[in-house]
C-alpha cells in the first residue's frame, strides 16, 4: 500500500485519509509538520500506537534533499528529488536586513522558454503537488531556521500551477500550523494575463511580480515566447487591475542583458508602460549561464539605467546579485536532473 505524503494536507485532510477515529489527532499532526519535526517519533503528544500506525500508513514529506550548496554571500541552495525521479531546486536568500526568504518552485522545469533562464532551456516535466511545494519550504527551514518570506521564483511559471500554490499557501498560511503571515507572500509570472485576473479575482491575497524584462513588444516577442498570446497593452491593464483590485503595488522585474534592453530607449519604453500604475521596477544585472547568447551588462550601462527611470519619478530597485557561484542567481535554477540525484 502506498504511503500517504502528509505535507500538503490541512487537518481535516489528514484525519479522513488516515482514518483517524479521533478528529483532533489531525490537527496534532499537522501543527507538528509544521513546527518541522523529522519523524514521527517527535510527535510526543501522540500515543507510541499511533505514531507506530502513521509509520505505517503515512510518509511526514514525498521528496528528499540530494544535495546542499553553499555560496560565500549566504546563499544556499538545495536540491531535492522526488519521489518520480524528478529533481527540482529551491533557494534561500537573505537580503542586508538578515530576513530570509524561501525561492521555492512550482514546476519541474519551464515550459516559457525565456531566452536569457537557464530553467526556460529545460522544457516542462509536470507540475509539483501542494505538498512538494511545501516540503521544499519546510526543508529550508530545516537548514536556515524560521524564514520571513516565501517567494514563488523558482523553477516554474506559477499561473500553470496556480491551484497547486493556492493549496500550499493554504496549508503554510493555516493558523493550526505553520501560520505563515500571506503579506509575506509572493508569487512571480512572465506575465500570464488569465492568471493574474484570476489571482486578483479570486486570491489568495498576496504580492504579485511580473517579468516584463522589456516593454518593447518586438524584443519581448523575440526573448520571452509567452507575449505573443500576452501582448504588453493587455498585460498593462492586467497588472494595473491587479495593484487596484487588492491595493497592493506590483513589481515589474526586468533581467538588464548587455545591449539589449538597457538603453535609453529601452528605459523609456519602460518608463511609459509603468506610468500611472502603482508599480516597482526590480532590475536585476542578468546572471550568466552556460550556452546562451546574452552578456552582464557594465556597471556604467546598469547605473545609467537606473538613472533614468530614477529620474522619470518611478520607484526602482537594483537587486543584489547573490548565489551565483552555486548556480542559485535568478534565471540560473534548473542545473539538476534526476541523472545528477542518481551519482
Excluded: H
Aim: hydrophobic share 35%.
Amino acid at each position: 500500500m502506498e504511503k500517504t505524503a502528509l505535507a500538503g494536507l490541512l487537518p481535516e485532510e489528514i484525519t479522513e485519509k488516515l482514518n483517524l477515529a479521533q478528529k483532533f489527532r489531525g490537527a496534532q499532526i499537522f501543527k507538528w509538520i509544521g513546527s518541522g519535526v523529522k519523524d514521527f517519533d517527535q510527535m510526543t503528544n501522540l500515543s507510541l500506537a499511533l505514531r507506530e500506525e502513521l509509520k505505517e500508513k503515512a510518509l511526514l514529506r514525498s521528496s528528499k534533499v540530494s544535495q546542499i550548496l553553499k555560496d560565500p554571500d549566504g546563499t544556499i541552495k538545495l536540491q531535492i528529488s522526488l519521489k518520480d525521479g524528478g529533481a527540482v531546486e529551491t533557494v534561500l536568500l537573505t537580503d542586508k536586513e538578515g530576513r530570509k526568504t524561501a525561492c521555492v518552485s512550482c514546476q519541474v522545469g519551464c515550459g516559457m522558454k525565456c531566452a536569457f533562464c537557464q530553467t526556460g532551456q529545460l522544457g516542462l516535466s509536470r507540475n509539483l503537488t501542494a505538498g512538494e511545494i511545501v516540503e521544499q519550504f519546510l526543508f529550508l527551514e530545516e537548514q536556515c531556521g524560521t524564514l520571513d518570506n516565501i517567494v514563488f521564483m523558482g523553477m516554474g511559471e506559477p499561473m500553470q500551477n496556480l491551484e497547486g500554490i493556492r493549496k500550499a499557501i493554504k496549508v503554510l498560511t493555516d493558523k493550526r500550523g505553520r501560520s505563515l503571515s500571506a503579506r509575506r507572500i509572493t508569487l512571480s509570472t512572465s506575465g500570464i494575463i488569465k492568471g493574474i485576473y484570476d489571482l486578483a479575482d479570486n486570491g489568495p491575497l498576496i504580492r504579485l511580480a511580473v517579468s516584463l524584462t522589456t516593454a518593447d513588444e518586438d524584443l519581448r516577442q523575440e526573448i520571452m515566447p509567452v507575449n505573443r498570446g500576452n501582448p504588453l497593452s493587455e498585460l498593462k491593464k492586467a497588472i494595473d487591475y491587479y495593484a487596484k483590485k487588492t491595493g497592493k503595488r506590483v513589481t515589474l522585474e526586468a533581467a538588464l542583458l548587455k545591449n539589449r534592453n538597457t538603453g535609453k530607449e529601452s528605459a523609456e519604453r519602460m518608463i511609459k508602460f509603468a506610468k500611472g500604475m502603482d508599480v516597482n521596477i526590480n532590475l536585476i544585472p542578468w546572471n550568466p549561464v552556460p550556452g546562451l547568447d546574452f552578456e552582464e551588462p557594465s556597471t556604467a550601462e546598469v547605473r545609467s539605467f537606473v538613472n533614468i527611470i530614477e529620474n522619470a519619478g518611478l520607484n526602482v530597485t537594483l537587486r543584489t546579485r547573490r548565489g551565483r557561484k552555486i548556480g542559485g542567481a535568478c534565471g540560473q535554477l534548473g542545473k539538476t536532473s534526476s541523472e545528477n540525484n542518481k551519482n
